[in-house]
Antibody
Framework: QVQLQESGPGLVKPSQTLSLTCTVS??????????WTWIRQPAGKGLEWIGR???????NYNPSLKSRVTISVDTSKNQFFLKLSSVTAADTAVYYC??????????????WGQGTLVTVSS | DIQMTQSPSSLSASAGDRVTITCQAS??????LNWYEQKPGKAPKLLIH???KLETGVPSRFSGGGSGTDFTFTISSLQSEDSATYYC?????????FGQGTKLEIK
């Protein structure tokens, strides 16, 4: 079964760029009609959808973050990536990657990675 | 953005109780709604998709319903392992948005 695992620095300085990798195992990132998604959750708070990418190159971003976010994919490595620039303390959160399953007109997030905590602090 | 409002924000119930959580969308989202369960320190887990379809392997005590703007999530007979936070999520429009969550405690 497909599994996802986030990786990247746990501490980022303010104004710098947060960079995370999601490695997909148990299946090809290119197979099936999926988007690959990033979601974050500040401590004790709710979930915020950041954006997604399809291996065709299609990307969609949350307008609230769009000017700072880039999501990319490397199919040869079965990985996709998140870059969030000009970070502040408000970007401190657990970051999850997930598969966005598209089934005709329906979709849902499954599975999810375990999440990785990124703290923005000097 | 479509706003998703869950109620209550928290509740406490006993094992064997029936509990219902509601989720209201700020506009008509048809049945483009999912429900997730999140336990402390863990990633959310999909329970229900398309408002009422149980994900494979999810116990039948969980159910969902509704369409348009008003949705429900019900646990018919609470078990101790159901202590978690539950989120609704819409996918009618981008950006996808989640409810603020309902924290369920088992007495």
């Amino acid at each position: 079964q497909v599994q996802l695992q986030e990786s990247g620095p746990g501490l980022v300085k303010p104004s710098q760029t947060l960079s995370l990798t999601c490695t997909v195992s148990g299946g090809s990132i290119s197979s099936g009609d999926y988007f690959w998604t990033w979601i974050r959750q500040p401590a004790g708070k709710g979930l915020e959808w950041i954006g997604r990418i399809h291996t065709s190159g299609i990307t969609n971003y949350n307008p609230s973050l769009k000017s700072r976010v880039t999501i990319s994919v490397d199919t040869s490595k079965n990985q996709f990536f998140l870059k969030l620039s000009s970070v502040t303390a408000a970007d401190t959160a657990v970051y999850y990657c997930a598969r966005d399953v598209v089934a005709t007109i329906y979709n849902w997030f499954d599975p999810w990675g375990q999440g990785t905590l990124v703290t923005v602090s000097s | 953005d479509i706003q998703m409002t869950q109620s209550p924000s928290s509740l406490s119930a006993s094992a064997g109780d029936r509990v219902t959580i509601t989720c209201q969308a700020s506009q008509d989202i048809s049945n483009y709604l999912n429900w997730y369960e999140q336990k402390p320190g863990k990633a959310p887990k999909l329970l229900i998709h398309e408002a009422s379809k149980l994900e494979t392997g999810v116990p039948s005590r969980f159910s969902g319903g509704g369409s348009g703007t008003d949705f429900t999530f019900t646990i018919s007979s609470l078990q101790s392992e159901d202590s978690a936070t539950y989120y609704c999520q819409q996918y009618d429009n981008l950006p996808y948005t989640f409810g603020q969550g309902t924290k369920l405690e088992i007495k």
